[in-house]
C-alpha cells in the first residue's frame, strides 16, 4: 500500500488519501452493515446491544420534533422571527414598482452598487464630497440605502444563536436550550445572554415578492406556466407520451403533480441545494451555504447568479452535526407561506 493511502478500517480495502469533498457534511465513511439475525437463526433472536450501538433514538425522536413544528408552521407562531413590518409586507404586499424618476436614490443606489467591493466610509466620503458641491442634494445614508436595498429585493436576514462550535442552532424544539446538546457549549457566553455564536437566514418568501413587483421579472417567471401547458398539450397530441425531456418541467414526478392539482398556475417550484463553501484557497470549507433555485425561471437563466436566491449560512468551524436545527428557520418560514 502507498504511503499515501489509508485503510479503510471498515472493509479492510484501501482508497486514496485525498480528503474528497471538504464541503460533505458526512462525518465518517459508511458503517458496516450490520448483520440482523432473524427468529430462525440459531443464536437468540435478537442482539439488543448490537441494535442498541445502531439506533440512536434521541436523534429520530428531535427530527420528529423538527418535522411537527414544520406541520403547524405558521406566521404567527413562536417559531417565527420575520418583523412586524416584513410579515404586513408579506400579506399586503406593495403594488407598484420602484419609482425610477427619484434621481438622489438612483444616484445613491449608482454609488452604493460601484461601492460593493469597498468599505462602507468609502461611499460616505464620495457622498460628503457629493453634497458639498450640491447641497441641496438629498443622497441616502449609507444606512438607509441598505434598507431601501433590502425593500427592493426583499432580502431581510433573520439571526438566531447556535453553537460556536457549528453542532446544532437554537430553533425549533432547541429554541429553548442553553447548552449545546452535542458538546456541551454554553449557548450565552456572560449573564446579558450575549450570544455565544450566531448565523444567518435570509427568509425566502420577501425575495420571490420582490421577484413578482417587476415586469420584466414577472414575465420571466411566467416560463413554467407556459411551458407546462405547452408540455400537456403536447402529451394529449402524442397519446400521452413525451417526444422529448428536455428539463425538469417533463418529468413524470412534476406533471402528476400538475395533474393532482398540488402544483397549480399560481404556485411557484423551488430547489434547496446545500453545500460546503471554501471561502479561502488553501482552506478546506468553514462555511456551508444553502441556496435556492426557482424552477419558475427557464432552464438558461435558472441556475444564473442573479437568479439564485440565497437561503442561509452556516459558519464555522466544524461541520454541522444537526443540519435540521439550521435548515429549520428557512423550511419553517416556507411552510408558514404554504
Ligand atoms: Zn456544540
Redesign the pocket.
Known amino acids: 500500500m502507498d504511503s499515501d493511502e489509508v485503510e479503510n478500517p471498515h472493509n479492510g480495502t484501501s482508497m486514496a488519501g485525498t480528503p474528497g469533498d471538504p464541503g460533505c457534511l458526512a462525518d465518517s465513511p459508511a458503517p458496516p452493515p450490520t448483520p440482523v439475525r432473524g427468529p430462525q437463526s440459531s443464536e437468540s433472536a435478537f442482539n439488543l446491544e448490537e441494535l442498541a450501538e445502531v439506533v440512536c433514538l434521541g436523534d429520530i425522536k428531535l427530527a420528529m420534533d423538527f418535522i411537527q413544528a414544520l406541520r403547524v408552521a405558521s406566521l404567527d407562531d413562536e417559531h417565527n422571527r420575520l418583523s412586524k413590518d416584513a410579515v404586513e409586507c408579506l400579506q399586503d404586499p406593495p403594488t407598484a414598482p420602484v419609482d425610477p424618476s427619484d434621481r438622489d436614490f438612483r444616484l445613491g443606489l449608482d454609488l452604493f452598487l460601484t461601492h460593493l467591493k469597498s468599505s462602507q466610509e468609502t461611499y460616505t466620503l464620495t457622498r460628503e464630497a457629493i453634497l458639498r458641491r450640491h447641497p441641496d442634494d438629498n443622497i441616502p445614508s449609507y444606512d438607509q440605502m441598505k434598507r431601501r436595498i433590502s425593500e427592493i429585493t426583499g432580502v431581510v436576514p433573520i439571526v438566531h444563536h447556535m453553537?460556536?462550535?457549528?453542532?446544532?442552532a437554537f430553533t425549533g424544539p432547541l429554541a429553548k436550550d442553553e447548552a449545546?446538546?452535542?458538546?456541551?457549549?454554553p449557548r450565552y457566553i456572560d449573564e446579558h445572554q450575549t450570544p455565544a455564536q450566531e448565523f444567518y437566514t435570509i427568509p425566502i418568501g420577501p425575495q420571490l415578492q420582490a421577484l413578482w413587483a417587476n415586469a420584466d421579472s414577472a414575465h420571466n417567471l411566467s416560463y413554467r406556466r407556459r411551458k407546462t401547458h405547452e408540455i400537456l398539450r403536447e402529451k394529449a397530441c402524442n397519446g400521452g407520451t413525451i417526444p422529448c425531456f428536455e428539463d425538469f418541467l417533463h418529468g413524470n414526478e412534476y406533471l402528476k403533480r400538475v395533474r393532482t392539482g398540488d402544483i397549480q398556475d399560481t404556485d411557484m417550484v423551488l430547489m434547496l441545494s446545500l453545500d460546503g463553501a471554501q471561502l479561502y484557497a488553501h482552506k478546506a470549507s468553514d462555511c456551508w451555504i444553502y441556496i435556492w433555485v426557482v424552477f419558475d425561471h427557464a432552464p438558461d437563466a435558472r441556475y444564473m447568479k442573479k437568479h439564485v436566491l440565497p437561503g442561509g449560512f452556516i459558519p464555522g468551524p466544524n461541520k454541522p452535526?444537526i443540519i435540521d436545527s439550521f435548515l429549520f428557520v428557512g423550511l419553517h418560514h416556507l411552510a408558514a407561506l404554504q
Open positions: 453553537c460556536p462550535n457549528s453542532c446544532l449545546c446538546r452535542k458538546c456541551g457549549h452535526k
